[in-house]
C-alpha cells in the first residue's frame, strides 16, 4: 500500500502523456484508445484497494474482538488475585476450621435423619403389630356371631313352645356344646364362654335360658368388636400423624445437608485458591498485570497503525476517482 501514491502518480503521468501524443486519424486507421487503456487500468486500481480495505477492516475488527476478551479476562484474573493476594496463613486456618464446623454439622444431620427414620420404622412396626391384632378380632368376631347362631339353630330344634322361642332344659351341657363345635366346626372364643357358664351351674338351665346367655354373651361380643373398630381406626389415625410428621422432618434434614454441602464444596475451593495465593499467586498476579500492559500497547499500536492505512487509503481512493 506504501507503493501506491507514486504508481497513481506514474499512471497520472502516463496519462498526460498519451493525451497530448493522440493524433486524430479516421477510424479505419485508429488503433485502440490509450487514454482509455489507462482509465481501465485505474478503475481496476481503485476495486482492488476497496477490496484490499474490506479485507484489512475484517480482519483488525477479528483482532479488536481478541483484544476486548483477552483484556477482560486477566483484568478479572488479575482483580481475583488482588482480593488473595493478602492472604496469611491464619486465615486459611480459619477457614479450615470453619469447613470442620460444616462436615461436624453434616455428620450431626446424617445422625438426626438416622434416628428420625429409625423413629418411623418403630411406629411402622407398633402399627402393623396392632393392625394384625384388629384383624385376628375380627375374625373372632366373625366366629362368635357364626357360632351363637349355631347355638341358637340347635337351641331351636328344641323348641317346646315355638311361639315364645322356649326351647328344652339342658339336662347334658357337655352334649349340648359337643354339636355345637361340631356344627361351629371347632372350639371358638364364644363356645369356650358358653361352657365356661353353663358348667358352673349346678342344675340344668330351664327353658329359655340358655337364649339368653346367648344373646348376653353376642351383645358383649359386639360391644367388644365396637370398641376393637374405634381403637384401630384411633392407632391408624395416630400412625398417620407420626409418618407424617417424620417425614417432613427428614425431608427438612435432606434440604439442609444438601446447602452445607453446597457450602463445603465452596468452602474447600476458596482454601485451594488461598493456598496458591499463599504459594505463588503474587507471582501469577505479576505476570498477568506484565501481559494486561503489553496487550494493552499491542492493541493499540494496531488500532493507530490501522487509521493511518485507512487515511492513506483515503487520499488513494480520492486519487483516483479526481484522475
Given at each position: 500500500?506504501?507503493?501506491?501514491?507514486?504508481?497513481?502518480?506514474?499512471?497520472?503521468?502516463?496519462?498526460?502523456?498519451?493525451?497530448?501524443?493522440?493524433?486524430?486519424?479516421?477510424?479505419?486507421?485508429?488503433?485502440?484508445?490509450?487514454?482509455?487503456?489507462?482509465?481501465?487500468?485505474?478503475?481496476?486500481?481503485?476495486?482492488?484497494?476497496?477490496?484490499?480495505?474490506?479485507?484489512?477492516?475484517?480482519?483488525?475488527?477479528?483482532?479488536?474482538?481478541?483484544?476486548?476478551?483477552?483484556?477482560?479476562?486477566?483484568?478479572?484474573?488479575?482483580?481475583?488475585?488482588?482480593?488473595?493476594?493478602?492472604?496469611?496463613?491464619?486465615?486459611?486456618?480459619?477457614?479450615?476450621?470453619?469447613?470442620?464446623?460444616?462436615?461436624?454439622?453434616?455428620?450431626?444431620?446424617?445422625?438426626?435423619?438416622?434416628?428420625?427414620?429409625?423413629?418411623?420404622?418403630?411406629?411402622?412396626?407398633?402399627?402393623?403389630?396392632?393392625?394384625?391384632?384388629?384383624?385376628?378380632?375380627?375374625?373372632?368376631?366373625?366366629?362368635?356371631?357364626?357360632?351363637?347362631?349355631?347355638?341358637?339353630?340347635?337351641?331351636?330344634?328344641?323348641?317346646?313352645?315355638?311361639?315364645?322361642?322356649?326351647?328344652?332344659?339342658?339336662?347334658?351341657?357337655?352334649?349340648?356344646?359337643?354339636?355345637?363345635?361340631?356344627?361351629?366346626?371347632?372350639?371358638?372364643?364364644?363356645?369356650?364362654?358358653?361352657?365356661?357358664?353353663?358348667?358352673?351351674?349346678?342344675?340344668?338351665?330351664?327353658?329359655?335360658?340358655?337364649?339368653?346367655?346367648?344373646?348376653?354373651?353376642?351383645?358383649?361380643?359386639?360391644?367388644?368388636?365396637?370398641?376393637?373398630?374405634?381403637?384401630?381406626?384411633?392407632?391408624?389415625?395416630?400412625?398417620?400423624?407420626?409418618?407424617?410428621?417424620?417425614q417432613k422432618s427428614i425431608k427438612a434434614v435432606l434440604e439442609v445437608?444438601?446447602?452445607?454441602?453446597?457450602?463445603?464444596?465452596?468452602?474447600?475451593?476458596?482454601?485451594?485458591?488461598?493456598?496458591?495465593?499463599?504459594?505463588?499467586?503474587?507471582?501469577?498476579?505479576a505476570e498477568n498485570e506484565k501481559m494486561l500492559a503489553?496487550?494493552?500497547?499491542?492493541?493499540?499500536?494496531?488500532?493507530?497503525?490501522?487509521?493511518?492505512?485507512?487515511?492513506?487509503?483515503?487520499?488513494?481512493?480520492?486519487?483516483?476517482?479526481?484522475?
Amino acid at each position: 500500500m506504501q507503493v501506491m501514491p507514486a504508481l497513481i502518480l506514474a499512471l497520472l503521468a502516463l496519462a498526460s502523456a498519451a493525451s497530448a501524443s493522440v493524433v486524430r486519424l479516421d477510424e479505419e486507421v485508429s488503433g485502440p484508445n490509450p487514454i482509455r487503456k489507462v482509465v481501465n487500468l485505474m478503475e481496476k486500481m481503485q476495486e482492488k484497494v476497496a477490496a484490499e480495505a474490506k479485507k484489512e477492516d475484517g480482519l483488525f475488527e477479528k483482532f479488536q474482538c481478541y483484544c476486548k476478551r483477552t483484556q477482560k479476562q486477566l483484568e478479572d484474573d488479575i482483580a481475583k488475585a488482588t482480593g488473595l493476594s493478602n492472604v496469611k496463613p491464619e486465615d486459611i486456618a480459619a477457614k479450615e476450621a470453619q469447613l470442620k464446623a460444616l462436615e461436624q454439622s453434616v455428620e450431626d444431620l446424617k445422625n438426626e435423619k438416622i434416628e428420625e427414620e429409625k423413629t418411623l420404622a418403630s411406629a411402622k412396626a407398633v402399627r402393623e403389630k396392632e393392625h394384625q391384632k384388629y384383624l385376628k378380632s375380627e375374625q373372632e368376631h366373625v366366629e362368635t356371631e357364626n357360632a351363637a347362631e349355631s347355638a341358637l339353630k340347635s337351641l331351636k330344634a328344641t323348641e317346646t313352645d315355638p311361639d315364645n322361642s322356649t326351647h328344652a332344659p339342658v339336662q347334658n351341657p357337655g352334649s349340648f356344646l359337643s354339636r355345637l363345635e361340631k356344627v361351629s366346626q371347632g372350639p371358638s372364643a364364644f363356645s369356650q364362654q358358653l361352657t365356661a357358664l353353663l358348667q358352673d351351674r349346678s342344675e340344668a338351665a330351664a327353658p329359655g335360658e340358655v337364649n339368653v346367655l346367648i344373646k348376653d354373651l353376642e351383645e358383649k361380643a359386639e360391644e367388644a368388636w365396637r370398641q376393637e373398630v374405634g381403637n384401630d381406626a384411633k392407632e391408624s389415625k395416630e400412625y398417620d400423624g407420626v409418618k407424617s410428621s417424620k417425614q417432613k422432618s427428614i425431608k427438612a434434614v435432606l434440604e439442609v445437608m444438601a446447602r452445607k454441602a453446597k457450602k463445603i464444596g465452596d468452602l474447600k475451593v476458596e482454601i485451594v485458591n488461598m493456598q496458591h495465593a499463599l504459594a505463588g499467586g503474587a507471582k501469577a498476579l505479576a505476570e498477568n498485570e506484565k501481559m494486561l500492559a503489553e496487550l494493552k500497547k499491542d492493541c493499540a499500536q494496531r488500532a493507530s497503525e490501522q487509521e493511518e492505512k485507512k487515511a492513506l487509503r483515503a487520499e488513494e481512493e480520492k486519487a483516483l476517482q479526481d484522475t
